[in-house]
Nanobody, 120 residues
Framework: QVQLVESGGGLVQAGGSLRLSCAAS????????MTWYRQAPGKQRDVVAA???????NYADSVKGRFTISRDNAKNTVYLQMNSLKPEDTAVYYC??????????????WGQGTQVTVSS
């Protein structure tokens, strides 16, 4: 199977920065698109940013110009650099990966979530 392990969350003041990481491991043939989601209490889980294996990116309007998604295919790892953080960025951030496993089947996998709290 495949596991996604997230790290990098924490408490930061408004205007500060954090860098999230999400590493996939297991019986992986290929990691396809990787996506960061976030979910605030009582709210829907929303896409923050996504990146294809070839490096094409998409961002939610609310984070454009502030967040940067990147990946290291050799490490099966995706990153989210978050700058100019705002209190409204406070949420649990989840990593998702579309993975082709060793049997050539494709599945979506989720990380455990990491809390990002931005104080004003």
């Amino acid at each position: 199977q495949v596991q996604l392990v997230e790290s990098g969350g924490g408490l930061v003041q408004a205007g500060g920065s954090l860098r999230l990481s999400c590493a996939a491991s297991g019986s992986i043939f290929r990691v396809n698109t990787m996506t960061w989601y976030r979910q605030a209490p009582g709210k829907q889980r929303d896409v923050v940013a996504a990146i294809t294996r070839g490096g094409s990116t998409n961002y939610a309007d609310s984070v454009k110009g502030r967040f940067t998604i990147s990946r290291d295919n050799a490490k099966n790892t995706v990153y989210l650099q978050m700058n100019s953080l705002k209190p409204e960025d406070t949420a649990v951030y989840y990593c998702n990966a579309d993975v082709t496993v060793s049997t050539m089947r494709r599945y979506d996998y989720w990380g455990q979530g990491t809390q990002v709290t931005v104080s004003s």
